[in-house]
């Protein structure tokens, strides 16, 4: 079979569009975090480098590239090199199966907005997620240095234990939705979104995503206080920027995935999908920057314990509940 | 129960970072806002001046001795009709750390601080003031004192003609 070139084109220009999107509202992102934060505390936040401050994210790039490149000198070169780009692609393509927006009708044919729509979506995004922290483990490990490899060994504690509840709290999503493809989770919800079936697999959700983007309470692999900088301590420049960028593209990511699992996607009144995507994405992300500015850091063993004693329990009796009551309404 | 107790402790502080949000910032934005300090603020050094214009300063060397960073240094002279002076006078406000000591050491008031805190200067060596840079036209926070009014016995005017300064006594005519 041919594939349509139109189709192909299609692709691309969505590639590059959601690239684009995607780097552009990660480097945004670290402004609206830094004048967020600033307003919880008070203050202004970076205001001098354009209007409000607008351009901050320009002169950071700047910055980023031309400060140099260090690599410890007892440190593994290739490895060292790498694990940013490990940290950060995964996180890229993580939202090749996410669907943004209502399908378009263009020339007669039907154009899903999602860039790839797998049948077993979910389950590359969990496996996606997984490799992700090889980023982590690997950055720690080839600097060569106490923190951070304290940092990566923490990123490793930190996996196995939201890892599980992570994937176990997306289970009643699937048994509702009948199907691993995201677009069938996201049209299973025209009606009713899942939250309101699942709030306690949503709550299990959020807790695990905000371990998994490594963010306050949960940034043990960081830990500035103790850590130094956890496991990019060794890093300068566009390295340190690639895992640091990976870390906003992973919010939005996280944030889009959340929507689509739980709340309808781009499914929503009067406004057209793709905003209320969008709006939904942010929001999330306006939630991850607003329990950082309020919420202390855990030790590391209380996520694990919290990890393996609360949320996994919490998700594995909220899918026999699940799958009981599809029993009981016939719906199985 | 205490999970409810830990979900309350969590919503309470999101409700509490949430008001700080909408809260004006407490910032001041420097170059263009400026925040006018008290007078009796600690910041640029002055060497002022007597109410007849004359220098205050005796060089005694009680400030130099006093700055806990040694930044000030002079030295004395004697000028014609018995006044001290300092011939030159020198604070290094690279160093200076405004405590303040030097003024209250000072027994003629001649050495004073003032709210004036923007001292930046590219060049270090700039920030080292000499006399002339030092020395105001004016008296300061007390603008009446004059220092050989009430000391600096005969120098200025005759003896017992200062202020609160009785006429000398004649001790041989208190003898029995
Ligand atoms: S303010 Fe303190 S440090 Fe500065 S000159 Fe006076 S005594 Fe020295
Ligand atoms: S400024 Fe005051 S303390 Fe310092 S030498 Fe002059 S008179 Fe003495």
Redesign the pocket.
């Known amino acids: 079979m041919m594939p349509d070139p139109v189709e192909i084109a299609f692709v691309i220009a969505k590639i590059g569009m959601v690239l684009f999107v995607i780097l552009t509202l990660a480097a945004y992102l670290v402004y609206a975090e830094r004048r967020l934060l600033a307003w919880i505390q008070d203050r202004k936040g970076p205001n001098r480098v354009g209007p409000q401050g607008l351009l901050q994210p320009l002169a950071d790039l700047v910055k980023l590239l031309t400060k140099e490149d260090v690599c410890p000198p007892a440190g593994d070169r290739w490895l060292f090199f790498l694990a940013p780009a490990m940290a950060a692609i995964p996180a890229i393509m993580t939202f090749a199966i996410v669907p943004f927006g209502a399908p378009l009708r263009l020339a007669g044919r039907d154009l899903p907005l999602q860039v790839a729509d797998l049948n077993v979506g979910l389950l590359l995004f969990m496996a996606l997620s997984s490799i992700a922290v090889y980023g982590v483990a690997l950055g720690g490990w080839a600097s060569n240095s106490k923190y951070a490899l304290l940092g990566s060994l923490r990123g490793l504690a930190q996996l196995i234990s939201y890892e599980l509840s992570m994937g176990l709290s997306l289970v009643p999503a699937v048994m509702l939705a009948r199907s691993f493809r995201l677009s069938d989770i996201v049209a299973a919800q025209a009606g009713c979104w899942f939250i309101l079936y699942q709030p306690l697999a949503f709550v299990v959700f959020l807790v695990s995503i905000l371990a998994e983007c490594k963010r306050i309470p949960f940034d043990l692999p960081e830990a500035e206080g103790e850590l130094v900088a956890g496991f990019h301590t060794e890093y300068s420049g566009m390295r340190f920027g690639l895992f640091f960028v990976g870390e906003y593209i992973n919010i939005i990511v996280l944030g889009g995935l959340a929507a689509t699992f739980f709340l309808g996607g781009w499914h929503g009144p009067v406004l057209p999908g793709i905003l209320w995507f969008w709006g939904k994405a942010l929001a999330f992300a306006f939630l991850f920057i607003w329990i950082r500015g309020t919420l202390p850091r855990l030790r590391y063993d209380q996520l694990m314990h919290f990890g393996w004693k609360v949320l996994t329990p919490l998700a594995l009796v909220n899918i026999l509940a699940t799958a009981w009551w599809l029993f009981l309404t016939g719906g199985a | 129960m205490r999970v409810v107790d830990d979900i309350t402790a969590i919503l309470t502080g999101l409700w509490t970072t949430l008001k700080h949000i909408l809260r004006r910032p407490v910032t001041v934005q420097y170059p263009e806002e400026k925040r006018t300090p008290s007078p009796r603020y600690r910041a640029r050094i002055i ?1 002022t001046r007597d109410p007849d214009g004359g220098e ?11 700055c806990p960073v040694d930044c ?1 240094s ?1 030295q ?1 002279e004697e000028v014609e009709g018995g006044r001290r002076r ?1 011939a030159w ?1 020198r604070i290094n406000f690279s160093r200076c750390i405004f405590c303040g000591l ?2 209250e ?7 004073q601080m003032t709210p004036d805190y923007e001292i930046c200067k590219r060049d270090v060596m700039d920030l080292v003031f000499e006399k002339e840079d030092l020395l105001v036209a004016h008296g300061g926070k007390d603008a009446r004192y004059n ?1 050989y009014r009430h000391a600096g016995i005969g120098v200025t005017q005759p003896r017992g003609e200062g202020a609160e300064e009785r006429p000398p006594v004649d001790v041989r005519g208190l003898l029995p």
Do not use: D, E, H
């Open positions: 060497l205050r300063c005796v060089a005694c060397y009680l400030c130099s001795a006093a000030i002079m004395a300092a006078f030097c003024a050491a000072c027994p003629t008031t001649a050495i220092f």
